[in-house]
């Protein structure tokens, strides 16, 4: 049987796709499948558009310990690219629940790459619905409020002008008419935070 050639534009959709079902919760390995590849494949084109320079922004997953990013940005600088950012969206805590650890925002910055916080991913309520995913909006910008006073380099934050009837992840989106004052918020505790030298503590 002849092998299909995806055409450049049909692998970077199938390697968001990947990302999209892991972010809703699916193992990786499955999520591949789902998209109907062979894990030797999408690693492949991990490496291949590795290549190219672009900036990629790697999602931790939800399960992995964030001290083993640096063994993930290791294989991307591996083919020569450094544009590489860190992003964090909760860390998996019992069934349908994810929970913010936010030693792992400092623990990433160590790797020497910046570091994204997704505050609307990390208030996501894996298959919390039963068939769908839920979530819990309220507290995004709490999380977000709190990144920032730890120290990111970038926050992630989905909206939409009706969140209750969003195609996806409507359970933590932010309404758009929030975002201003939201966005105001977190500028000045951003200010604020980056303002101040770190206090050593080791003698």
């Known amino acids: ?6 055409k450049p534009e049909e692998i970077v959709t199938k390697l968001r796709q990947v990302e999209v079902l892991v972010g809703q919760g699916k193992a990786r390995v499955d999520a591949i499948r789902e998209v109907r590849v062979t894990e030797q494949t999408y690693y492949r084109w991990r490496k291949q558009y590795g290549e190219t320079g672009a900036a990629i ?3 931790k997953g939800q399960f992995l310990a964030p001290w083993d990013m640096s063994n993930v940005t290791k294989k991307i600088a591996s083919t020569g690219n450094a544009r590489i950012l860190l992003c964090d969206r909760g860390t998996s805590f019992g069934y349908n629940t994810l929970v913010s650890d936010f030693r792992a925002l400092p623990t990433m910055v160590h790797t020497g790459y910046p570091v994204v916080f997704d505050a609307t991913h990390s ?3 894996p298959g919390g619905q039963g068939t769908t995913s839920g979530g819990q909006r309220e507290f995004a910008p709490v999380l977000a409020r709190a990144a920032c006073a730890v120290g990111v380099s970038a926050l ?3 909206t939409h002008e009706d969140p ?3 195609p996806s992840d409507g359970p933590n989106k932010i309404p758009v008419n929030r975002m201003e004052a939201l966005i105001g918020q977190l500028r000045a505790i951003d200010d604020l935070t980056k303002s101040q030298s770190e206090i050593p503590l080791s003698a």
Do not use: L
């Open 1 to 6: 049987m002849a092998t299909k050639r995806h």
């Open 57 to 59: 922004n790697v999602k």
């Open 123 to 125: 208030v996501q309520q």
């Open 156 to 158: 992630f934050i989905e």
């Open 164 to 166: 209750d009837n969003a």
